[in-house]
């Protein structure tokens, strides 16, 4: 059956991110073992929570002084956090706006309330604007609707919100876990490949 719809993560699909960089800015902040903490294959309750929007920020910030042990500022915590973010290839801009053309898109991703105010800047102070407001119909933020990825509810309530079929959508994550959450539920799902822009993935050709 022809794909209509196109669900795409943010993080490692759309935006660059890397991993590594929030927890070595952890480990310089004095958080011991952030390796352990936090991770894309895994991380503790604490961001789950985050994520879900089931704790506020400062609650976040008191939970990461006291693994810490030590005081750190808010500024100092909300900077190590936002080191994941990297940017969002001009590629990528290109790409989403020629996949408007041919789906309907949109966007599923494990985010907190910290990340969507830096990334939201981010794309702001490249572009001129919130672009993604004009490329996706809509946004599903799992700290908005307290769900989510892997668990099938969360793909199971854009399907059902969007008024989605199934069969005539796509996926595109970067975590195995979710690819294969979201095929669980009935949902052909790729895995983005490491380093990749979309273009590549979707064999489009963009302007030098």
């Given at each position: 059956m022809k794909k209509k719809?196109?669900?795409?993560?943010?993080?490692?699909?759309?935006?660059?991110?890397?991993?590594?960089?929030?927890?070595?800015?952890f480990e310089k902040a004095g958080v011991p073992n952030a390796i352990?903490?936090?991770?894309q294959q895994s991380q503790v309750h604490l961001f789950d929570q985050l994520e879900k929007g089931l704790i506020g920020e400062e609650e976040f910030y008191?939970?990461?002084?006291?693994?810490?042990?030590?005081?750190?500022?808010?500024?100092?915590?909300?900077?190590?956090?936002?080191?994941?973010?990297?940017?969002?290839?001009t590629e990528n801009i290109e790409t989403l706006y020629a996949l408007k053309k041919k789906y309907r898109l949109f966007l599923l991703s494990n985010t907190n309330a910290i990340h969507e105010r830096a990334y939201r800047k981010m794309i702001v102070d490249q572009c001129g604007s919130f672009i993604f407001d004009d490329i996706f119909e809509k946004m599903y933020?799992?700290?908005?609707?307290?769900?989510?990825?892997?668990?099938?509810?969360?793909?199971?309530?854009?399907?059902?919100?969007?008024?989605?079929?199934r069969n005539e959508?796509?996926?595109?994550?970067?975590?195995?876990?979710?690819?294969?959450?979201?095929?669980?539920?009935?949902?052909?799902?790729l895995l983005m490949p490491g380093n990749y822009l979309l273009n590549q993935l979707f064999d489009i050709e963009i302007s030098s």
């Open positions: 719809n196109l669900i795409l993560d943010l993080g490692g699909v759309i935006l660059t991110i890397n991993y590594h960089l929030i927890i070595d800015a352990d903490l936090y991770s008191d939970s990461i002084r006291k693994l810490a042990g030590k005081p750190i500022s808010n500024e100092l915590i909300e900077k190590c956090w936002n080191a994941i973010l990297i940017g969002l290839p933020l799992s700290h908005h609707i307290h769900l989510r990825k892997p668990d099938a509810e969360i793909f199971n309530y854009v399907l059902n919100d969007a008024k989605l079929d959508t796509f996926f595109v994550d970067d975590s195995a876990q979710h690819v294969q959450g979201a095929r669980k539920t009935g949902i052909d799902a």
